[in-house]
């Protein structure tokens, strides 16, 4: 007979279900125990604050400061006296001083022309022959006169013969008088063939050669004064208000006080710098271009001291007017739509500030108000720029004022 092998116990399948569900449910719990362990010790991201750099700007420091104004133009020479040299009697040129020429030099008096003078001599000389003919018929009458006016008082001649007498003394002593004049007149002519410089100056042109028979009034030359020249300089009229004010209201510059004016030019391949004043405004505002011309006077412009200043040359002027006192002086970058800087304030932001503009060149303006000393002013370019926006400034080394 064979052995039997032992059998294991057999368990049933409802038995072994609570047991699964018991496990399951173990393992479900430790996972959600660990998630809320991991969750209650997570780390904790703060949010972080990303710092911008501020803008950096140029700034410069408001200072006030004295201004000479200058105005600038610009004007071609001229000289203050021209006239035409014109022959008061005809006749023949016999002679020419060489001064008589285009650029020639003369001084006031210098003899530079004469026309044949014979005519004129006999005239003299006929003027004086009647001349003594009419002085001796005008003693001759006033004696008749004389005589019939005592004969008349002895009743030796009639009335009639002394009015006769008297009025043929009155008609002697007229014939002498024109006779004088006659004689006065040929001496005038005579002296007239010689013609002098009625200034001294120069020659601008000339259109007269020996041997040329004149006529009276015939225009001969053209001479100019070389004392002084002038220049006339167009001005806006605004302009006007940095010069004297006093040449403003008259015209006419104080003596003393005329303004200054350098005057510069290139001429003959170097430039040359010549000194001169303001004298006086011209008495009207040119229509067209609204412009005032001052003329400014150079004395004595052929001294051998200083370079030759000729007729015609186009100078460069510059003005010293008035002095602006106390304004502040700007480059023309700190200029924000036309009359507004931006003033950096205490905090270091950034506030826009209108201003009073005195004057504005191409590089800088002057501010007569609007900006207190010390305040610092912002010179960079910037695009866009929002009132009370914080800045990083930066001082300029330029500065403002000088």
């Known amino acids: 007979m064979t052995a039997m092998e032992p059998q294991a116990p057999i368990v049933a399948a409802g038995a072994q279900r609570p047991r699964q569900l018991l496990l399951a449910a173990a393992v479900i719990a430790a996972g959600c125990l660990c998630a809320i362990v991991l969750y209650a010790t997570r780390p904790v991201l703060?949010?972080?604050?990303?710092?911008?750099?501020?803008?950096?700007?140029?700034?410069?420091?408001?200072?006030?400061?004295?201004?000479?104004?200058?105005?600038?133009?610009?004007?071609?020479?001229?000289?203050?006296t021209e006239a035409e040299l014109i022959p008061e009697v005809s006749g023949r040129v016999v002679w020419m001083s060489p001064s008589l020429r285009s650029g020639g030099r003369f001084a006031?008096?210098?003899?530079?022309?004469?026309?044949?003078?014979?005519?004129?001599?006999?005239?003299?000389?006929?003027?004086?022959?009647?001349?003594?003919?009419?002085?001796a018929e005008a003693e001759f009458a006033r004696f008749e006169s004389e005589r019939?006016?005592?004969?008349?008082?002895?009743?030796?001649?009639?009335?009639?013969?002394?009015?006769?007498?008297?009025?043929?003394?009155?008609?002697?002593?007229?014939?002498?008088?024109?006779?004088?004049?006659?004689?006065?007149?040929?001496r005038l002519d005579l002296a007239r063939t010689a013609i002098s410089a009625p200034f001294s100056g120069r020659v601008r042109s000339a259109r007269v050669d020996i041997g040329q028979t004149l006529s009276r009034g015939d225009r001969i030359a053209t001479l100019y004064a070389t004392d002084y020249m002038e220049v006339r300089l167009p001005i806006a009229d605004r302009q006007l208000a940095f010069l004297d004010p006093a040449l403003i209201r008259s015209g006419i510059a104080p003596g003393g006080d005329a303004a200054p004016v350098s005057?510069?030019?290139?001429?003959?391949?170097?430039?040359?710098?010549?000194e001169g004043r303001i004298v006086r405004t011209e008495g009207e505002i040119d229509a067209g271009s609204r412009m005032v011309h001052v003329v400014a006077r150079v004395e004595n412009p052929d001294a051998p001291d200083q370079a030759p200043l000729p007729v015609g040359l186009f100078v460069q002027a510059e003005i010293r007017g008035?002095?602006?006192?106390?304004?502040?002086e700007l480059p023309r970058a700190a200029l924000r739509d036309g009359d507004r800087v931006l003033v950096v304030d205490a905090e270091d932001r950034l506030r826009f500030r209108p201003v009073t503009l005195l004057r504005a060149e191409r590089d800088t303006v002057l501010v007569s108000s609007g900006i207190q000393a010390g305040e610092r002013v912002c010179i960079s370019p910037l695009q866009l720029v929002v009132d009370g926006m914080q800045v990083a400034p930066v001082a300029d080394d330029a500065g403002a004022g000088p």
């Open 322 to 328: 008035q002095t602006a006192r106390g304004v502040i």
């Open 46 to 80: 703060q949010p972080q604050q990303i710092e911008r750099p501020l803008l950096a700007v140029r700034t410069v420091q408001a200072i006030p400061v004295d201004v000479p104004l200058i105005v600038r133009s610009q004007g071609a020479v001229a000289p203050h």
């Open 108 to 135: 006031a008096g210098e003899l530079l022309l004469r026309i044949d003078d014979s005519d004129y001599r006999s005239g003299v000389g006929g003027a004086e022959a009647v001349l003594m003919r009419a002085r």
């Open 263 to 274: 005057l510069h030019a290139e001429f003959g391949g170097q430039r040359w710098n010549w």
């Open 148 to 186: 019939m006016a005592t004969l008349l008082a002895r009743e030796l001649a009639s009335r009639s013969q002394a009015e006769n007498a008297s009025r043929a003394r009155r008609v002697a002593e007229s014939v002498l008088k024109e006779a004088e004049v006659a004689l006065e007149r040929a």
